[in-house]
C-alpha cells in the first residue's frame, strides 16, 4: 500500500550535478500533507548518513553538515521530492535511500517509518 520509490541515480561523472527524486504513494492525503522526506545514503565502510530532509506542512529544509552547499532538496508536484547534489565527488558514491516520517523531521533515521529500496549512485573520473 505505503511505497516509497526513488527515481534516478546510476554511475556520474566526478565535478557534475545529479539529480534524483523520490515519490510517496499510498498515503491518504491528510497523512501526506505532513510528511517529513528525507534522503540518507551509505557508502562502503562508512555509517548511514543523513543527507537532507524535507517537511511538507513547515516547508522547513534540513541538510547534514558534510556537504559543504551542494546538496539541495524540495518539493515537486505529485507527492514527489528532489534531491540535488552538486560538485559530484568520488566520496559521493553510495546507495541513497529516501524514507518518510510520520512524526517530525530531521536526518536522525529513526523517526522514518518507510523506507525505499534505494538507488546506487556511483561518482568515477
Known amino acids: 500500500q505505503v511505497r516509497i520509490a526513488e527515481i534516478g541515480g546510476g554511475s556520474v561523472q566526478t565535478g557534475g550535478s545529479l539529480r534524483l527524486s523520490c515519490k510517496a504513494s499510498?498515503?491518504?492525503?491528510?497523512?501526506?500533507?505532513?510528511?517529513?522526506m528525507g534522503w540518507f545514503r551509505q557508502a562502503p565502510g562508512k555509517e548511514r548518513e543523513g543527507v537532507a530532509a524535507?517537511?511538507?506542512?513547515?516547508?522547513?529544509k534540513f541538510y547534514g553538515d558534510s556537504f559543504d552547499g551542494r546538496v539541495t532538496i524540495g518539493p515537486e508536484a505529485g507527492n514527489t521530492i528532489y534531491l540535488e547534489i552538486d560538485n559530484l565527488k568520488e566520496e559521493d558514491t553510495a546507495t541513497y535511500v529516501c524514507?518518510?516520517?510520520?512524526?517530525?523531521?530531521?536526518?536522525?533515521?529513526?523517526?522514518?517509518?518507510?523506507w525505499g529500496q534505494g538507488t546506487q549512485v556511483t561518482v568515477s573520473s
Open positions: 524535507f517537511s511538507y506542512d513547515t516547508r522547513l
Open positions: 524514507a518518510a516520517s510520520r512524526h517530525g523531521c530531521s536526518l536522525n533515521p529513526a523517526q522514518f517509518t518507510d
Open positions: 499510498g498515503f491518504t492525503p491528510r497523512v501526506a500533507a505532513y510528511l517529513c
